[in-house]
């Protein structure tokens, strides 16, 4: 059984930096790209970072150069640190396999991590 665990967000002014976690079971990292995903009010979920068994790692162009994705493999942990945070960045943020775990007929989510970023 897959479990998604997020962690690490909060309130945060806008410049600053927050790094979030997710620990993971039931996804073997060797065999699956993990990404990060975000889903701001009224909007649809997006990948905003994945990260491939090869360490390489991509990145939506909203947040290249300020988000950096890395994971631990050995603890099944994938993280996302996050510089000059923007307002726009407001999202509660997930973590899951690139493309997300699915059940059936349904992808399995966590309960993410809240982001805010005031002005």
């Known amino acids: 059984q897959v479990q998604l665990v997020e962690s690490g967000g909060g309130l945060v002014q806008a410049g600053g930096s927050l790094r979030l976690s997710c620990a993971t079971s039931g996804i073997i990292f060797s065999r699956n790209a993990m990404g990060w995903y975000r889903q701001a009010p009224g909007k649809q979920r997006e990948l905003v970072a994945a990260?491939?068994?090869?360490?390489?790692?991509n990145y939506a162009d909203s947040v290249k150069g300020r988000f950096t994705i890395s994971s631990d493999n050995a603890e099944n942990t994938v993280y996302l640190q996050m510089n000059s945070l923007k307002p726009e960045d407001t999202a509660v943020y997930y973590c899951n396999s690139d493309p997300p775990v699915r059940s059936g007929n349904f992808e399995v989510w966590g309960q993410g991590t809240l982001v805010t970023v005031s002005s």
């Open positions: 990260i491939v068994r090869s360490g390489t790692a």
